[in-house]
């Protein structure tokens, strides 16, 4: 059972408009999140991230937003750019020692100019 | 060199052949992990290090081992792989393992069983 879902497997916007990322988890436990972009043929780097003690990050145009009694996580890029064409990870964890992070299956953003 | 490299970028074996994935990471990190991506479907943590010592081992097939030698280096041994083995593999490292430590990753191993 998946306890971190991105429902939406692609997502189209175009250039200079609002993208919203979807990401939903299942573990109340989770107090650590974090997003990711993966371009082809390339790793995934680190975008944003937000503790559970917020419920807004904001990094230049990324801002992520955090409603814990919803259990869920949105990420939103204002305004998209063609560079921001990738797939977007949502991944969580449990604070302190806990390393491991739980993956979303990803959404893939398409830009269109 | 900066970040982390993996070597090779694409790998075809078959099933009865041994080989090895390599990771470097040039970060100063002390943690190191392999993941393991196949299509569509979420990266799953496969082993964790830290400093040199393994920590994790997330129910990994014994068809796969890893190596730490340093801090910088992680290997992955690979021997008599099934084909549901194919997929992307990626190394990543953090400072500390806190999961709180945002993961640098490597470029990946494109792995294809025949």
């Known amino acids: 059972d998946q306890q971190v879902k991105q429902n939406s497997p692609s997502l189209s916007v175009q250039e200079g408009r609002i993208s919203i990322l979807n990401c939903d988890y299942t573990?109340?436990?989770?107090?650590?999140f974090l997003w990711y972009k993966k371009y082809p043929a390339e790793g995934p780097t680190f975008l944003i991230s937000?503790?559970?003690i917020k419920d807004k990050n904001e990094d230049g145009r990324f801002t992520v937003f955090l409603n814990k009694s919803a259990k869920h996580l949105s990420l939103h890029i204002v305004p998209s750019q063609p560079g921001d064409s990738a797939v977007y990870f949502c991944?969580?964890?449990?604070?302190?020692?806990?390393?491991?992070?739980?993956w979303g299956a990803g959404t893939k953003l398409i830009i269109k100019p | 060199e900066t970040g982390v490299t993996q070597t090779p970028r694409h790998l075809v074996m078959g099933m009865t052949n041994k080989k090895s994935l390599k990771c470097e990471q040039h970060?100063?990190?002390?943690?190191m992990y392999w993941y393991k991506q196949s299509a569509k479907k979420p990266l799953e943590l496969m082993f964790v290090?830290?400093?040199?010592?393994?920590?994790e081992n997330n129910s990994v097939p014994s068809r796969f081992s890893p190596e730490c030698p340093n801090s910088s280096h992680l290997f992955l041994h690979l021997h008599t792989l099934q084909p549901e083995d194919s997929a992307l593999y990626l190394c990543?490292?953090?400072?500390?393992?806190?999961?709180?430590?945002?993961?640098?990753f490597g470029d990946g191993t494109r792995l294809s069983i025949l």
């Open positions: 990543a490292s953090s400072q500390g393992t806190g999961g709180r430590q945002p993961q640098h």
């Open positions: 970060l100063g990190h002390n943690a």
């Open positions: 290090y830290n400093f040199k010592e393994q920590t």
């Open positions: 573990n109340s436990m989770f107090d650590y």
């Open positions: 937000i503790s559970s």
């Open positions: 991944a969580a964890s449990v604070g302190g020692s806990n390393y491991q992070l739980i």
